[in-house]
Nanobody, 122 residues
Framework: QVQLVESGGGLAQAGGSLRLSCAAS????????MGWFRQAPGKEREFVAA????????MYADSVKGRFTISRDNVKNTVYLQMNTLKPEDTAVYYC???????????????WGQGTQVTVSS
């Protein structure tokens, strides 16, 4: 079992940057694929980015490709999401998740954090 705690959300202006962190505890962190998802009010949860067990592979939603970077530190048991050139449409609650498959599908992720709010003003 893995416990996940996100941090780093907040308010940013369009064009600005934020860095989200997700600290994991419990089971062996490197045995999980880590993903970031987001959910805006009135919308379904959507995939943002994922990183493989060792960090060697990453994938992104088209909407964030080139602006966001996912990374992980298997010593610190932490996954990061660096968000640059933020847009108002990036406003959402961001969740990190741990799973056993390298996937964009939220159903592949078993463990979820509580979420952190990101608000981007225009």
């Amino acid at each position: 079992q893995v416990q996940l705690v996100e941090s780093g959300g907040g308010l940013a202006q369009a064009g600005g940057s934020l860095r989200l962190s997700c600290a994991a505890s419990g089971d062996t962190f490197s045995s999980y694929v880590m993903g970031w998802f987001r959910q805006a009010p009135g919308k379904e949860r959507e995939f943002v980015a994922a990183v493989s067990w060792s960090g060697g592979r990453t994938m992104y939603a088209d909407s964030v490709k080139g602006r966001f970077t996912i990374s992980r530190d298997n010593v610190k048991n932490t996954v990061y999401l660096q968000m640059n050139t933020l847009k108002p449409e990036d406003t959402a609650v961001y969740y990190c998740a741990a799973g056993s498959s390298y996937s964009r599908d939220y159903r592949a992720y078993r463990y979820w954090g509580q979420g952190t709010q990101v608000t981007v003003s225009s």
